[in-house]
């Protein structure tokens, strides 16, 4: 096993037992989780078995195999960018409707404890 390989190990390794301590303190939900840890196993295996990575780089007909690893890991990441662009897209509008019924809430509540004369 090449350097490289080891090096890649670690960090997958690594990666899981910080995901696992992050979602047993229930700072990252389990959804985000599962698909950290999904990567990080398929990290080890590829780390583990370079060989199987390396065929299939050469199946899909990418003839150098760090290539295809770059392209992978840049489309995940665009992947987790557009995921994220909408989940604050949600939020913020879930925090917009939350406002609005604060400010709802309070001017009954201010409505009610002034008295009308």
Same mark, same amino acid.
């Given at each position: 096993?090449?350097?490289?390989?080891i090096i890649a190990l670690v960090c997958a390794l690594i990666t899981i037992s910080v995901i696992v301590e !992050? #979602?047993?303190?229930?700072y990252i939900h389990e959804r985000f989780?599962?698909?950290w840890l999904v990567v990080a196993v398929i990290i080890g295996f590829f780390a583990v078995f370079p060989?199987?990575?390396?065929s299939l780089a050469h199946w899909i007909g990418v003839?150098?195999?760090?290539?295809? !690893? #770059?392209v992978v890991a840049v489309l995940f990441l665009l992947l987790v960018c557009v995921r994220l662009s909408w989940e604050i897209g949600r939020l913020q509008?879930?925090?917009?409707?939350?406002?609005e019924e604060i400010a709802l809430l309070r001017k009954s509540l201010e409505d009610v404890e002034t008295?009308?004369?």
């Open positions: 096993m090449a350097g490289v390989h !992050l #979602t047993r303190r229930r989780a599962l698909i060989e199987v990575f390396n003839k150098n195999p760090p290539d295809l !690893l #770059t509008q879930r925090t917009e409707v939350l406002a008295p009308t004369q």
